[in-house]
């Protein structure tokens, strides 16, 4: 019998390990193993979700409204977040950041084009202080939360094993 823990213990912290950091995180205690055929292991059910294993961070964001990163990929998701909404930022902050004027950003802010603004708000951050300075200044003051879960603005830290995840509600 305690092979058989042993196995789910190693599934639940190898290629299931992000399925179950999710339902971890949601509180779902109703798991269900899927047998093997052939001797591979189907997967998990948890719940209303199932992992499969190998999930990607977005395998579950259409029927959970969750999506489970790793660092590495909650660094690159804020990022591209972020380089994508320049033009959202406050005029003060992007002042602050660049050393520019804050009338510059202003002026651009009051011409209503919104997204359109992007491009030459990336273009004043590139000839000051850069993307990446800018990206992490943004992080810094509101965290990967702010740019990444768009329901609640939270990131949300399980351990599954000797593995981290970060889990954001994005709708």
Request: a negative charge; hydrophobic letters at 35%.
């Amino acid at each position: 019998m305690k092979e058989i823990w042993k196995t789910i213990e190693d599934e639940l912290t190898g290629e299931f390990a992000r399925g179950y950091a999710l339902a971890q995180h949601m509180g779902i205690h109703d798991m269900r193993r899927e047998c093997k055929v052939d001797g591979k292991l189907l997967g998990y059910e948890w719940g209303d979700f199932g992992d499969y294993g190998s999930s990607s961070f977005q395998e579950w964001e259409d029927e959970t409204n969750y999506i489970v990163c790793t660092d590495e990929e909650a660094d690159d998701l804020a990022y591209n977040n972020i380089v994508d909404s320049l033009w959202a930022f406050t005029p003060s902050f992007l002042a602050g950041e660049t050393g520019i004027d804050i009338e510059v950003f202003e002026a651009l802010a009051a011409n209503g084009k919104c997204e359109s603004n992007n491009d030459a708000v990336a273009s004043l951050i590139n000839s000051t202080c850069g993307v990446a300075e800018f990206v992490d200044s943004a992080v810094g003051a509101d965290g990967r939360g702010h740019f990444i879960a768009h329901y609640d603005h939270e990131e949300h830290e399980v351990k599954v094993g000797n593995k981290t995840f970060y889990i954001y509600r994005v709708n």
